[in-house]
């Protein structure tokens, strides 16, 4: 079955999209590094490498389908940051534009009636799911920073005689 040229165009502009966020989460990952974020910059790392993964996925779904894959210019990322919370925040707001995103990949693969576009669309809808839960829990952990600070103090001064 090859695909239709709605359909490829709308795979067209998500590879784009996800070449976008490699190249966000890569800025993500050096940032961290050169603030002296190991950890946060190898998480960010997979991230990037994740992402462009998922750009070369759906391009030989693409060309599998007989289709053809066309990459235009994909715009500058963000450059700095003022704290890794802030980093995050960024984050998980860019993965939720990439849920949306998919949903419209997967809205064309509907009004096409395309079947295996819909089953292939599938698992990156799961995926976002677990993507923004991630994120999040990454947040929340930051949001509990300042009371286990707290707490800390607040048992040292406790154990004063």
């Known amino acids: 079955m090859s695909i239709t040229s709605k359909m490829q165009d709308a795979f067209n502009t998500q590879i784009i999209a996800?070449?976008?966020?490699?190249?966000l989460y890569l800025q993500m990952a050096c940032w961290f590094?050169?603030?002296g974020w190991k950890g946060f910059s190898s998480w960010m790392y997979k991230q990037a490498e994740e992402e462009r993964s998922h750009a070369m996925d759906m391009a030989q779904f693409v060309l599998h389908r007989g289709g053809e894959v066309v990459l235009t210019a994909i715009d500058a990322v963000k450059t700095s940051?003022?704290?890794p919370k802030e980093v995050f925040v960024d984050t998980l707001a860019h993965e939720q534009k990439v849920t949306e995103s998919i949903n419209r990949l997967a809205d064309v693969a509907d009004e096409e009636k395309d079947r295996a576009s819909q089953n292939f669309i599938a698992k990156y809808i799961d995926e976002q799911v677990e993507e923004e839960r991630n994120v999040q829990d990454i947040?929340?952990?930051f949001s509990h920073l300042s009371s286990h600070a707290i707490a800390h103090i607040d048992s040292k001064l406790g154990d004063r005689k």
């Open 18 to 23: 996800e070449l976008y966020s490699s190249n």
């Open 33 to 35: 590094r050169k603030e």
């Open 81 to 83: 940051w003022s704290d």
């Open 139 to 141: 947040l929340d952990s």
